[in-house]
């Protein structure tokens, strides 16, 4: 093909590639006396549909009531708590012939005093991704941003076929989607049977060989901060965040 042709075809896709954002904020704060409630954590879910020449996937009203039972399957609530002050962000990517929907719900869990009676029948409901590695949608994980070596932390909203999509709050504030390889998340809780297997625990010290400024190989004494199937995140003494294959 012609070096003009992929030109023109580049240039054809860069005129139908956009994305778009929308936004809702349901306030619906407890009518409660301040002291008889806390905040006890957020509820994530996560939904998508694809389309072709407008073809296939779910309506908007379904693909928001799914991302909604996600959050509820991702974030079983315990009696006395309730959901509450409810985002719901929907991003819409065209690449024609091809659209993507996405929707992102997200709730503070609220944690209600002894004076409630609040319980919920045994729903066990099941989010629609699955589970892999020892981590399931809902899950809180970390991640090192490679930009600054700073530690982030998210929750899974979606396992897919060899990755997984994860949402965060950046440094300004801003809800962020991701997909990050399994290898690269890593958990801090829940992880008895990875540090059953592989010897290492949380917060243990581990020996290990690092490079210094001359290019002159040096041993340092990390800590362990996280852990997957198949490596450990650890801490240097200078801050430093470094992972190694267990």
């Known amino acids: 093909m012609k070096p003009w042709y992929l030109l023109l075809i580049a240039f054809y ?43 296939g996937g779910l309506d908007q009203a379904v693909l928001i009531n799914e991302a909604k039972r996600n959050a509820l399957a991702n974030y079983q609530l ?43 029948a045994s729903k066990d409901l099941l989010s629609t991704s699955g589970a892999r590695n020892g981590m399931k949608p809902g899950d809180e994980v970390i991640f090192i941003n ?22 965060y709050t950046s440094s300004r504030g801003h809800y962020l989607l991701e997909t990050f390889d399994d290898e690269e ?32 190989f040096t041993e340092e004494d990390g800590t362990i901060i996280g852990l997957n199937n198949y490596r450990l995140l650890y801490r240097l003494p200078d801050g430093t965040l470094k992972t190694h294959i267990h």
């Open 13 to 55: 896709i860069g005129l139908n590639a956009c994305a778009t954002h929308t936004g809702m904020i349901t306030s619906t704060h407890p009518s409660i006396p301040e002291k008889k409630y806390a905040y006890e954590d957020i509820a994530v879910g996560y939904s998508k549909a694809t389309y072709l020449f407008g073809i």
């Open 78 to 120: 315990k009696s006395n708590q309730i959901l509450a002050n409810t985002t719901l962000d929907i991003k819409t990517t065209w690449i024609l012939p091809y659209k993507k929907v996405e929707a992102v719900v997200v709730a503070d869990v609220i944690q209600l005093g002894e004076d409630y009676d609040i319980s919920y």
């Open 185 to 216: 998340l890593f958990k801090t809780k829940d992880v008895a049977d990875i540090e059953q297997r592989i010897g290492y625990k949380i917060g243990d010290t581990m020996r290990v060989k690092t490079v210094d400024k001359n290019r002159r």
């Open 146 to 167: 490679e930009k600054d070596n700073q530690l982030v932390t998210g929750r899974i909203v979606d396992i897919m076929s060899r990755s997984m999509k994860v949402f």
